[in-house]
């Protein structure tokens, strides 16, 4: 199996340095940048298989980093913040990144977490999701094979993550699903952050699917519960309000 890359994004030597041959001792090709249009230019010459991305950037930060990676990019992105603030994480998992891990931390847990993502990032492609048809309801059309979902016959584009959501509950309608159980779907058994995540993802789905996300159709919240999956159509929905 050929080894994956992993890019490091980060202007402090010593945690690029520390993360780079912490990776290395695991088997995987490290890149490493220490600001943002080198990262971006290692980003669309190597495609790495995950990015390990610090917010503070001189030049561009590690929020506009990862907009522009997800213009054409469905990679793994693990942000790296000395901030612990719900706003910076809820901020990053908005524009696209899988997950936010606080400094300090150990080199164990970024390992743990970088082969967690990967892991789940293959069997997404590999197997099972891509094996399943194509799923249509209303506007909306989910194309597991391709990774592609259309609204409106206008191509959406979502983080790997998003679209793994959104298939789980579409293959699956109106199955109420706890947000704990989405969460360890997301994430499998290696703890990542709490299940608000769930909530930052879906939240994302609704400003990408919905007309109004305010007043979603397709994934409805089941209050004190979690979410489930709406398939009817939305005049019959809209009558039953």
């Known amino acids: ?108 847990e970024v390992i743990a977490r970088v082969k967690a993502h990967i892991r789940r990032n293959y069997l997404l492609h590999k197997s099972g999701v891509e094996a399943d048809q194509t799923l249509r309801y209303d506007q909306l059309v989910i194309e597991p094979a391709t990774h592609r979902v259309l609204v409106d016959n206008k191509p959406i584009s979502l983080s790997a993550k998003e679209f793994k959501l959104l298939f789980h509950l579409a293959k699956n309608p109106n199955r109420v699903y706890k947000n704990e159980q989405l969460f360890t779907l997301l994430w499998d058994d290696v703890h990542m952050g709490d299940t608000h995540t769930v909530m930052v993802h879906i939240y994302n789905l609704r400003k990408k699917l919905e007309k109004n996300p305010a007043k979603p159709h397709y994934i409805h919240t089941i209050r004190g519960v979690g979410y489930k999956f709406n398939d009817k159509p939305i005049e019959t929905a809209v009558e039953q309000l």
Do not use: W
């Open 1 to 108: 199996m050929l080894k994956k890359t992993i890019l490091v994004v980060d202007d402090d030597y010593e945690i690029n340095e520390l993360l780079t041959m912490s990776l290395k001792r695991e088997g995987y090709n490290v890149l490493s940048a220490f600001e943002g249009n080198e990262a971006l230019a290692l980003a669309g010459e190597h495609l790495p298989d995950l990015v390990i991305l610090d917010v503070l950037l001189p030049g561009l930060d590690g929020f506009q980093i990862c907009s522009e990676l997800r213009k054409t990019s469905n990679v793994p992105i693990l942000f790296v913040s000395c901030k612990d603030e719900d706003i910076d994480k809820v901020l990053g998992l908005g524009l696209g990144g899988d997950d936010f891990i606080s400094k300090p931390f150990s080199p164990i």
